[in-house]
């Protein structure tokens, strides 16, 4: 059964930071993309940012560049969104995406997301 599961959102403060993870589950994670999206109440589902299956390459929303890191760690099946200087806008339900590189496998998966609320 696949399965992307995102952990780690919740509520910060302005200025602050939090960590997300996507573990993944039930298919080959190295063969695939991944990337963050996000989706605030209301408005269309935006992407935030990706990285490549073997992790050379990440691409970055201009609204995150210099805030947010991504990384993956193969070894884990998991990625990880690290979020600085929060703002009141990175408010929204972050989801992790799958997208297949290589292999036989389904296209793309997606997970249910995680709540992230930026407010004082």
């Known amino acids: 059964q696949v399965q992307l599961v995102e952990s780690g959102g919740g509520l910060v403060q302005p200025g602050g930071s939090l960590r997300l993870s996507c573990a993944a589950s039930?298919?080959?994670?190295?063969?695939?993309?991944m990337n963050w999206y996000r989706q605030a109440p209301g408005k269309e589902r935006e992407f935030v940012v990706g990285?490549?299956?073997?992790?050379?390459?990440?691409n970055y929303a201009n609204s995150v560049k210099g805030r947010f890191t991504i990384s993956r760690d193969n070894a884990k099946n998991t990625v990880y969104l690290q979020m600085n200087s929060l703002k009141p806008e990175d408010t929204a339900v972050y989801l992790c995406?799958?997208?297949?590189?290589?292999?036989?496998?389904?296209?793309?998966?997606w997970g249910q997301g995680t709540q992230v609320t930026v407010s004082s």
């Open positions: 995406n799958a997208v297949r590189a290589r292999g036989i496998e389904s296209n793309a998966y």
């Open positions: 039930g298919f080959t994670f190295s063969n695939y993309h």
């Open positions: 990285i490549t299956s073997a992790g050379g390459i990440t």
